[in-house]
T-cell receptor, first 114, second 111 residues
Framework: SQKIEQNSEALNIQEGKTATLTCNYT??????LQWYRQDPGRGPVFLLL?????KEKRKERLKVTFDTTLKQSLFHITASQPADSATYLC?????????????FGAGTRLAVHP | NAGVTQTPKFRVLKTGQSMTLLCAQD?????MYWYRQDPGMGLRLIHY???????AKGEVPDGYNVSRLKKQNFLLGLESAAPSQTSVYFC??????????FGPGTRLTVL
């Protein structure tokens, strides 16, 4: 069965550094991949979508890469700030069907320290 | 514009009790979803709806029922709650070609 993995250990970094989060998957060939931010006690908020034919996507301080050979996506936050502290989820998008077939990872918690 | 709202925010049930979770959206979205989120696991889809009057099963539908009588509302029912249904429940809505917009969640504990 398909499997999606995100580092279950929290990532602790210093303010100003670049945070890099990893999303790996197996037994699946997604058409796209999404990243969400989730704050404690809140619902996930969509950040970025990258398609299988795109190597990289940027939005302000965020950068996502997608390597279909390695079956991996990397999510980067440059010049990180304490306000970036949250849990970040990745989700795999299907080749057919809609968003009802998204497969979510468990998320990685990021803590940015002043 | 409130987005997606969920009622209640918290609830404690005893095993065997029933309850209904209410989700409302004011964005005129066609698609609505119910997910559960458990520690160490990704969001799992319980049921979803592609329009008023329609519902379909997701990945983990057993023990739950849903109804979409009005476009803006999506109800999730637990007929006989079990401890395994202790979880955080998220409702979401979308236009179908955009990423889901999630509500704030309902934390349910079944004793």
């Amino acid at each position: 069965s398909q499997k999606i993995e995100q580092n279950s250990e929290a990532l602790n970094i210093q303010e100003g550094k670049t945070a890099t989060l990893t999303c790996n998957y197996t037994n699946y060939s997604p058409a796209y991949l999404q990243w969400y931010r989730q704050d404690p006690g809140r619902g996930p908020v969509f950040l970025l979508l990258i398609r299988e034919n795109e190597k990289e996507k940027r939005k302000e301080r965020l950068k996502v890469t997608f390597d279909t050979t390695l079956k991996q996506s990397l999510f980067h936050i440059t010049a990180s700030q304490p306000a970036d502290s949250a849990t970040y989820l990745c989700a795999l998008g299907p080749r057919s069907g809609g968003y009802n077939k998204l497969i979510f990872g468990a998320g990685t918690r990021l803590a940015v320290h002043p | 514009n409130a987005g997606v709202t969920q009622t209640p925010k918290f609830r404690v049930l005893k095993t065997g009790q029933s309850m209904t979770l209410l989700c409302a959206q004011d964005m005129n979205h066609e698609y609505m979803y119910w997910y559960r989120q458990d520690p160490g696991m990704g969001l799992r889809l319980i049921h979803y709806s592609v329009g008023e009057g329609t519902t379909a099963k997701g990945e983990v539908p057993d023990g739950y029922n849903v109804s979409r009588l009005k476009k803006q509302n999506f109800l999730l029912g637990l007929e006989s709650a079990a401890p395994s249904q202790t979880s955080v429940y998220f409702c979401a809505s979308s236009t179908g070609d955009r990423a889901p917009f999630f509500g704030p969640g309902t934390r349910l504990t079944v004793l």
